[in-house]
């Protein structure tokens, strides 16, 4: 069993930036790939980023291509998830989420967080 907590959400203003990062405890994060997705209220939760367990290979939504980067450090048992250039709409609550692959569907991960809120005004 993998526990899982994000950290790291708040208030910004369009244009700034916000580092996520998801800390894993009961079992190291290192062999799971980590996804990270989000909910706005009234929306479904969509896929982010992913990443898998050695680090070397990433996939974004095209809504974080360019802004936003996934990446992970095994030693400090974190993925953390670099949010540049913020929009309103990226307002949500982001989860992270543990799996055996890097996975973009959500049902496809047994392990999750509680979820960090992320409020960009504009």
């Known amino acids: 069993q993998v526990q899982l907590v994000e950290s790291g959400g708040g208030l910004v203003q369009a244009g700034a930036s916000l580092r996520l990062s998801c800390g894993a405890s009961g079992r190291t994060l290192s062999p799971y790939a980590v996804g990270w997705f989000r909910q706005a209220p009234g929306k479904d939760r969509e896929f982010v980023a992913n990443?898998?367990?050695?680090?070397?290979?990433?996939y974004y939504a095209d809504s974080a291509k360019g802004r936003f980067t996934i990446s992970r450090d095994n030693a400090k048992n974190t993925v953390y998830l670099q949010m540049n250039s913020l929009k309103p709409e990226d307002a949500a609550v982001y989860y992270c989420?543990?799996?055996?692959?890097?996975?973009?569907?959500?049902?496809?991960?047994?392990?999750w967080g509680q979820g960090t809120q992320v409020t960009v005004s504009s």
């Open positions: 990443i898998n367990g050695y680090g070397t290979s990433t």
């Open positions: 989420a543990a799996g055996v692959a890097p996975f973009t569907i959500s049902r496809q991960y047994p392990y």
